[in-house]
């Protein structure tokens, strides 16, 4: 079964960074894009950041200027690269190729939390 392998999260506090990876059981570039997602208690799964094939990313509004995604294609690897985390980024984090239902893996824990 396809399960991407998220990892990197853990405990930190409020404006510190975190660097997620996930290393894809596809090959990145035969899909067009590869994304993060998040679930937080009590709330729908959903997309923070996207990177297609060519490069091009994309964020939810409220990550925008505080996450970067990128990819390594040598490494078939998708990283997240978090700065100045708030409380409110406390999740579940994920990736996946946009639209799969299949694929989720386990997620990695991120708490934000003095």
């Known amino acids: 079964q396809v399960q991407h392998v998220e990892s990197g999260g853990g405990l930190v506090q409020p404006g510190g960074s975190l660097r997620l990876s996930c290393a894809a059981s596809?090959?990145?570039?035969?899909?067009?894009?590869m994304g993060w997602y998040r679930q937080a208690p009590g709330k729908q799964r959903e997309l923070v950041a996207g990177?297609?094939?060519?490069?091009?990313?994309n964020y939810a509004d409220s990550v925008k200027g505080r996450f970067a995604i990128s990819r390594d294609n040598t490494k078939n690897t998708v990283y997240l690269q978090m700065n100045s985390l708030k409380p409110e980024d406390t999740a579940v984090y994920y990736c996946?190729?946009?639209?799969?239902?299949?694929?989720w893996g386990q997620g990695t824990q991120v708490t934000v939390s003095s």
């Open positions: 996946n190729v946009p639209g799969w239902t299949s694929g």
């Open positions: 596809v090959n990145i570039n035969s899909v067009y894009a």
């Open positions: 990177i297609t094939r060519g490069g091009s990313t």
